[in-house]
């Protein structure tokens, strides 16, 4: 069949980048300005101060152009210096992606291992560091929401293994696919250093991110070696920005102004998040019902820690996940996100993050089930009705 042209709107349900406003989208239409006129500059520090009041601290925040894994790097390289450990715990194909960054940037990474489907685990965490006596490691690296899995890890269960073993390492986390749409806490929670993004919960397009550090954070970085020079903090600070080595990119903020309104102002942050656990409660009860007769299955295995702004969804025996995501694309205009790493071809993520309501979800679901129909994937027919049950 060849295929058709799509008609009607897209349904967009990747897990990142995710939609855009249509306010959001027309705000960062600016005319270019001076980065240093005052008019931008009362825009841009009512950004910096609404992304604090996000990720809830009262630190630093320090922004790139560049996409998350540029908030990886500059993160590590202000933290570390050559030959210091790290420990990674393992979630999935995000955590070994920072973790291969690190090697390759010259630091050691001793890893947390866990299976993907059941997430680690946190006396695993708490024996690693009571085993480092020596306080070798200098950083913990949490991924908080794993993406390519739909597992979210309980960063206050990760502080309190820190603490209860009086290990002084820093704690870092990305929070990438879980900042504006998972309750996220940096100062209540101990966070070191926080690793965040544009495309997802913020919803704007992909390419600035920022790293938020703390006091302490702050500390070690006056002394690490990493070579860095764009990512450079210090030099960061002593402009008047106190972030972006280079031209800030001006259009950015003239849409996080307005997506901060939409958080901060419009709906409040308590809202967004609710928002959040309402809608992934309506996905997971389709999958649940769909899940029936041999159908797609939950990646995730560990229900207390399912993500709130991703499902994983595991095809069954003998189907494969892409050519499922191509025909719902192809044929319904619905574009899912695919399986990561190991995961290609095995699974498929439904992303509920993000400029997102109950007919988009629903509508999303639908198709899905339709795909499912369409290419005889086995499943329980009436996941939407689930859905709707769970809504209601
Ligand atoms: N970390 C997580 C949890 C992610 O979901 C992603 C991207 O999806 C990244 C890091 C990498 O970010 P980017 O693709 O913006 O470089």
Known sequence: ???????????FANPGPTNIPDSVLLATAHQTMDFN????????????????????????????TGSGHAAWEATLVNLLSPGET?????????????????????????MVAADWRRGVDIADVRAALAADTAHAIKAVCVVHNETATGMMIPLPEVRAALDATGHPALLLSDTISSLGSLDYRMDEWGIDACVGGSQKGLMLPTGMSFTGVSAKGMEAHKTSRLPKF??????????????????????FFYGLQESLRLMLQEEGLDNVIARHTRLARAVRAAVQHWSGNNGPQFFCLNPARYSDSVTAVMMPEGHDGDSFRATALQRFNLSLGGGLGPLGGKVFRIGHLGDLNEPMILGTLATIELTMKVCGVPHQAGGVDAALAALG
């Open 86 to 110: 790290v420990l990674i715990l393992e979630s999935g194909y995000f955590s070994d992606s920072w973790a291969q960054m690190a090697k390759d940037l010259g630091l050691e990474v001793q």
């Open 37 to 64: 006129d005052p008019n931008f500059l009362e825009v841009y520090d009512g950004c910096i101060a609404g992304l604090k009041q996000v990720l809830r601290t009262q630190h630093e925040v320090f922004l790139y």
């Open 230 to 251: 764009y990512f450079n903090w210090s030099k960061m600070m002593t402009r008047r920005h106190r972030s972006f080595v280079g031209t800030v990119p001006i259009s």
């Open 1 to 11: 069949e060849t295929p058709r042209k799509p008609r009607g709107r897209q349904f």
